[in-house]
Every structure is written in structure tokens, then in C-alpha cells.
């Protein structure tokens, strides 16, 4: 994860919810009032999200001590303490509540992605995240599934080509829009074309594509259709695809499954911060 990058959005964030000032936390508490939290977690699921604790309270005051006892990946457990923080008061109580809205987001989609990649064991296919990230989070969501165990699709529009049905109808067919992109595009871009019908396929094949996505297509269809796309061709499913039904999909044959409800609609890991419960440091006790 760029961490440059990870700084600036939690500045921004930190912007967003500070404006012109604390009214709470600058009225009760004075420079030199210091004090300590843990965070803990409430329910089980896999921690993402130890670079924004780390770097979001360092924002604040370069000397508040985070003492984290676990690291990205790691499952963690209902009353687990994940991290000791201790420092100014206002600057603890200010910095808390972004943090912790990130690392619950990022770790409920590594929890989802942890999940799914269990349920498709012994399959091989890769599972994959889609561009339906929340707008400004794509980075972290991206590097959740990662954490999970799942691997990226494109990051965006800029690094490969996807041809999709209304890129499709606007280029007039399948080859027009294969043969207009790759008359322009460099050596080292992909592109994907989403097909639906059999017809497409063959012309997806004949236009020499990198990767042909079976989209809203039924197992039953993939499973026929897969062995007709030569081996130099990737390929992947998509559409319509859920917990239920993820299974059958990835025993089509197919070597990716994109799955949109791994960031569009995952469920945050529940973490919360609390004053009192502290483990302690290794050069003072804390909490």
C-alpha cells in the first residue's frame, strides 16, 4: 500500500471531520492531559488495517505510542485486544474515530474475502474484487482483499481495457472494438471483452483477446462454453454471482471469479475503543 498516498487521504479525512476544531475534546482537556485506550474487537474475522492506526494517530502528535499486537491477515477473535494507544487526550479522541471507521471497513471486506477464498478450496480459480469500491477508499478496499486472500481485478480504467456491452454496442461489434484498441494501446495492456452469447464468443476468440469474462452466465453455460476458449485466453466469470452459488461457479473450470459484494456491500468488523483496558508497553505500563 502507498503509504504517501494512505497520509494524505487520512488528512483529508481528518479534515472532513475536524473542520474548524474539536468543541468537545478542546474544551475538557488541556496540552499535557494525557492518556490511553485499546482497541478491541467484537465479533470474530480477519484485522486489516495496521498502517492507518499506525500512520492516523502519528498525524496528530509524532509521539502518541501505538503498540499494535497484530498484523494485517491475522484472525482475531470476539474480546480480543488488537492495539494499545497512548498520548494526548484531545489528539486520541480526535484521530479515533476515522481510524477506527477505516480498519472496521478494511477488515470486514478481508473477513468477506477470507470467507470466500475458503469456499472455493481446491478449485484453483482466483477470486477477485471489481471496481464497485467505495469512491476515495479504493486503495485500502483493494489492499483488504489482498489481505484476505483474494487478488485484484484492474485498479481502474487506466490500467488495462475492459470492453463491456455499451462499449460493445457504441464500437458497433466485438472485433471493431478489439481491433480500435489495440491499434492504440501499448504492449503491456490486456484487454477483456464481457461476452453473454455464444456468438460472442467466437467472435471474442477470433479477435484475440486476453481474457474473455462470461458475464450473467449460468454455471451450466460456463461449463460448456470454457473448454471451447484456447488456452493462451483467460478466463473469468461474473454477474449474479453470491455466497450461494460460488461454488458451483468456480468448478466450471473458469481461472477468475470477480465478486462486486466483496467491497459493495460487505458488513465492517465490529472494533471499538476503550479507556481502561490497557496491556501495557514495554517501556511503561499504560491504560
Known sequence: MNKMKLKSML????????????????????????GSFSLLVKENGIFCGRDVVEIGFSLFDPSIQVQLYVEDGDYVEEGQRIADIKGPMGDLLQGE???LNLIQRMSGIATETHRAVEMVKGTGVRLCDTRKTTPGLRMLEKY????GGGFNHRNGLYDA????????SFAGSINDAVRQVKNQIGHMVKVEVEIETKEQLVEAIESGVDVIMFDNCSPDTIRRWAPLVPSHIATEASGGITRENLRAYAETGVQ???????????KSLDIS??????KGFEHGIIG
Open 144 to 147: 483488504s482483499v489482498r489481505t
Open 161 to 168: 481495457v475492459m470492453l463491456k456491452d455499451n462499449h460493445i
Open 97 to 99: 474515530r476515522v481510524i
Open 256 to 266: 477468475y471469479i470477480s465478486l462486486g459484494y466483496l467491497t459493495h456491500s460487505v
Open 11 to 34: 488528512e483529508g479525512f481528518y479534515r472532513e471531520d475536524l473542520g474548524d476544531g474539536d468543541l468537545s475534546s478542546e474544551i475538557l482537556f488541556r496540552k499535557g492531559h494525557e
Open 273 to 278: 475503543a476503550k479507556v481502561g483496558v490497557g
